[in-house]
C-alpha cells in the first residue's frame, strides 16, 4: 500500500490489484444491486468529478451512496477509446469514500477489486449509512497504518484524512484492533514446515491453540498480532510466532482498546518491545 498526496487534503490509498486478485474474487459480490443517485442530485456530478481527479475517463457505476457529508462510490472506468481499465485480463473495480468539506468533496481511494465482466462487478463495500461509509474508509487506512507503525515510519501522510474525520465529529481515530487471526494459508504452511516430523507438528498446533487462546481473550491488539504474523510468515516460523505473541501478552503497551492518533506513543512502544524479542526479518 502507499499513500500519495495530492494537494494539502486530498490522500489517495492505491491498492496493488493484482497482489490481491483472488482476495478480490472472494469478497466481492457482497453489493446486492447497483445504486447510484439521480442526475438531478447536483452533488452526482461533483462527486464523479472529485473520483475522477485529471484522469480522462468515464465511469460504469456499481454503487454511489450518499448520507449527507460523507459517499462511497463503486465503478468502473472507461477510457476515451472505449476499452475498461483491468489488470491482468481482468477488469478493475475502484472503490473511493468522498467527504464534503468546505463545500467540495475531498476523495479518497479505499482500494478495489477485479471482475471477469462488467455484469458481475460489485463491491467489496456497501453501506447504508455514515457510518457504515466511515468504517470502509477506516478499513483501508488501519492497513497502511499497520505497515507504518511496524516499520516506525512517519504517519504524516494520514494526518490529512483523520483531521478531516474530527472535524466531521469522529474524533476517535483509527482503532489498533479487530482482525486478529492467522490466516489458513499460514497454518497450513506452518505445519507443512514439519515435514514428517511428528514432534514439530504437536508443538506448531500447541502453538496454533495458545494463539486462539490469546485472540479470544482480547489481551493482544491487531497491530501486535500482525508484527507477529509478519516475523514468521517467511519461514513459516510457528516458535517465532508463539514467542512475539507471548511477549505481545505481557506487554501493556500491546494490549487492545488502542487507536491512533491518540495512542501512538504507546503503539510504538509496543513495537519496540517487540522489535526487541522477535525482530522482522
Known sequence: MRFEIQGQWHVRLRLCRAAVALMAVLMFGHSAHARDLPRTDPDRKLILDAARGQDNVKFIVKDL???????LLC??????????????????VSEWVLIRDAGRWIVHDTGGGLAHDVSTAACASAPTSKAGIIDALLRSVRWGLFDDVMMRRSLDAYSPVLQLLERKGHATGVPMDEENELPEFRITGMLGACKKNAKCKAETRRIFA??????????????????????????????????????????????????????????????VTLSSSTPLD
Not at 65 to 71: E, V, W
Not at 78 to 87: A, F
Not at 220 to 245: I, Q
Not at 253 to 271: E, H, M, N, V
Open 65 to 71: 451512496f450518499k448520507d449527507g457529508d460523507f459517499a
Open 210 to 271: 495458545r494463539a486462539e487462546v490469546l485472540r479470544k481473550s482480547e489481551h493482544v491488539n491487531a497491530l501486535a498480532w500482525r508484527f507477529c504474523d509478519r516475523t514468521s510468515d517467511r519461514k513459516y516460523d510457528a516458535p517465532k510466532l508463539g514467542r512475539c505473541l507471548e511477549t505481545a501478552a505481557k506487554e501493556p503497551a500491546c494490549r487492545t482498546g488502542l487507536s491512533i492518533p491518540r495512542d501512538k506513543q504507546t503503539l510504538d512502544q509496543c513495537i
Open 75 to 92: 465503478a468502473l472506468e472507461q477510457e476515451p477509446g472505449g476499452g475498461i481499465t483491468g489488470t491482468d485480463e481482468m477488469l478493475d
